[in-house]
């Protein structure tokens, strides 16, 4: 992980603000599209043409907290009560290293992140973000259910500068 998207992902993390349920947009030389409900933030940002995706945990669940590394799962608009599977609408990033500072959080780049940014911009009225470890058979930890109002234009104003 490089110094220069560690930097990116504390300046988002700078700008959460507890409670909120809207996605918030700032510009700035890291236009930077977020949502944060209290417990987690979702985040795409744009440094230098490149697209970032990063969620942070504040407080990790102890197998996050002692893992180098773990996988991403996203689910646009999730059923009440319902539970994350590829056949629930799940899409998974692939094992990436995770950063513990202040929490513990991960970074994703390229063409996972613009896929992720398009999901997250075409759900209607919720995400669902959890890590996701296999050991034999997938376990999923610090899920996280975000409001999907305004993604679409926050986001889109993040990708109009990203390129």
């Known amino acids: 992980m490089t110094k220069t998207f560690a930097a990116l992902l ?22 930077i599209a977020y949502v944060d409900n209290g417990g987690a933030q979702f985040q795409f940002a744009c440094r230098g043409g490149d697209l970032a ?6 407080k990790p669940h102890k197998q996050v907290a002692a893992a ?5 799962a996203i689910t646009p608009d999730p059923a009440k009560g319902s539970t994350i599977s590829a056949s ?8 990436m290293p995770l950063i513990h500072s202040d929490g513990t959080s991960m970074i994703v780049r390229g063409p996972v992140a613009r896929q992720w940014a398009r999901i997250a911009q075409q759900a209607k ?4 973000i959890a890590y996701v470890q296999k050991r034999g058979k997938h376990e999923f930890f610090d899920s996280n259910d975000f409001d999907a109002t305004g993604s679409s234009a926050a986001i889109k104003k993040v990708l109009d500068r990203c390129g």
Do not use: C, H, I
């Open 53 to 58: 995706m990063g969620y942070w945990v504040r």
């Open 68 to 72: 180098a590394s773990m996988n991403l």
């Open 10 to 31: 504390l300046l988002g993390l700078m700008t959460a603000t507890s409670g909120a349920e809207e996605w918030k947009y700032e510009g700035g030389g890291t236009p």
């Open 88 to 95: 629930a609408g799940t899409s998974f990033a692939q094992d």
């Open 125 to 128: 009225s919720a995400l669902r």
